[in-house]
Every structure is written in structure tokens, then in C-alpha cells.
């Protein structure tokens, strides 16, 4: 659970980026398919923006508590692939 925990403080910086996305992808496209696929997109781009800055360091205490930067990444994308379609779902339903 603390490790969760951990990913979840991790991904804290990028929900507001996710969640500004998720606003323009469902004003173009309310469909779930083309989200999820900009949603990996934008994915691999934190982890290769994480993984050639500085901000390598965030990664080497996530290293240090058992946490993978594949693992961290994925449960990342998960729980971000989780928040979009409850979004798309409720704003297809109020348009």
C-alpha cells in the first residue's frame, strides 16, 4: 500500500497536465480509443523527460523503495487511463 501510495504522490504533478488533455482530447473527440492512445503518448514522453533530466534523481528513490521506472510508469498510465474514461464517459454523457 505505501508503495501505491508512493506512485500515486509521484503522478500528484501530472494530473493537472492529464486532466487539461483529457479536456481538449473530449472537445475534439469524445471517444475512449484515441484518449488512451494520446494518454500512452503522453506517457512515454514524462518517462523520457523524467529519465534525460534532472529530475533523474525522483527516479533513484523510487529505484531505492522497490519501485521500477517500468512499474512506476505503467500503474501511472493505469490509474491516468482510469481517470480519463470516468471523465469521457461522464462529459459524453452531459453532451
Request: include cysteine; proline fraction near 4%; charge should be positive.
Amino acid at each position: 500500500m505505501y508503495r501505491f501510495l508512493a506512485i500515486l504522490s509521484f503522478y500528484k504533478p501530472f494530473v493537472v497536465w492529464s486532466l487539461l488533455v483529457t479536456v481538449v482530447v473530449a472537445f475534439f473527440n469524445v471517444q475512449i480509443a484515441p484518449a488512451i492512445a494520446t494518454k500512452l503518448f503522453l506517457t512515454v514522453f514524462a518517462w523520457y523527460y523524467v529519465s534525460e533530466t534532472p529530475n533523474k534523481r525522483k527516479l533513484t528513490f523510487y529505484k531505492n523503495i522497490g519501485i521500477s521506472p517500468l512499474k512506476l510508469f505503467s500503474i501511472m498510465f493505469i490509474v491516468d487511463c482510469f481517470l480519463t474514461v470516468i471523465y469521457l464517459t461522464i462529459f459524453k454523457e452531459f453532451t
